[in-house]
């Protein structure tokens, strides 16, 4: 079976290996669903390492003008939500959330706009929304341990 015609099996691979702390065989496992996709979204901020894994490693292409939302199809969301998981997994935790920031905006015009859209964006945009929530407190709470270590070295 070709790994485009079984995206969920392939992305289900990547977060076994992501929990694992394989993360060479969450790329290939990423590598074989993405190619020919297309991120329906910019980031704000990118590091070149983070550029170099989405353009070399898994051959994805940055939209230069954004995609219109009724162009984006749910399989090509949830490629790009495993990869932004696999991002914040690498400790390119800023790219992580803007990312994140532009998929769940760019799902949420798609939802708005479609009052019968397909019940899988609802909930991949859900599922989204809580991960964005778990970044942000994990990336506030490392903020306040360093805080605290850095107060209680002046003592």
Not at 30 to 42: A, E, G, I
Not at 76 to 89: F, G, N
Not at 98 to 124: A, P, Q, R, W
Request: proline letters at 2%.
């Amino acid at each position: 079976i070709k790994p485009q015609a079984d995206i969920p099996t392939y992305l289900e691979l990547a977060s076994i290996c992501r929990q694992h702390q394989r993360i060479s065989l969450a790329e290939k496992a990423l590598r074989q669903v993405s190619k020919d996709t297309v991120l329906p979204f910019q980031f704000t901020h990118i590091s070149e390492e983070v550029s170099k894994f989405l353009h070399e490693n898994l051959g994805i292409k940055q939209a230069t003008n954004l995609i219109e939302g009724s162009d984006i199809v749910t399989t090509d969301a949830q490629v790009c939500y495993a990869i932004l998981k696999h991002i914040w997994d690498t400790d390119h935790h800023q790219e992580a959330i803007d990312g994140i920031e532009s998929l769940i905006s760019t799902i949420k015009e798609i939802v708005d706009s479609n009052k019968e859209s397909d019940s899988m964006f609802t909930e991949l945009l859900s599922r989204m929304l809580v991960k964005h929530g778990d970044w942000l407190l994990q990336q506030n709470v490392n903020k306040l341990s360093a805080f605290s270590r850095s107060i209680k070295s002046l003592k």
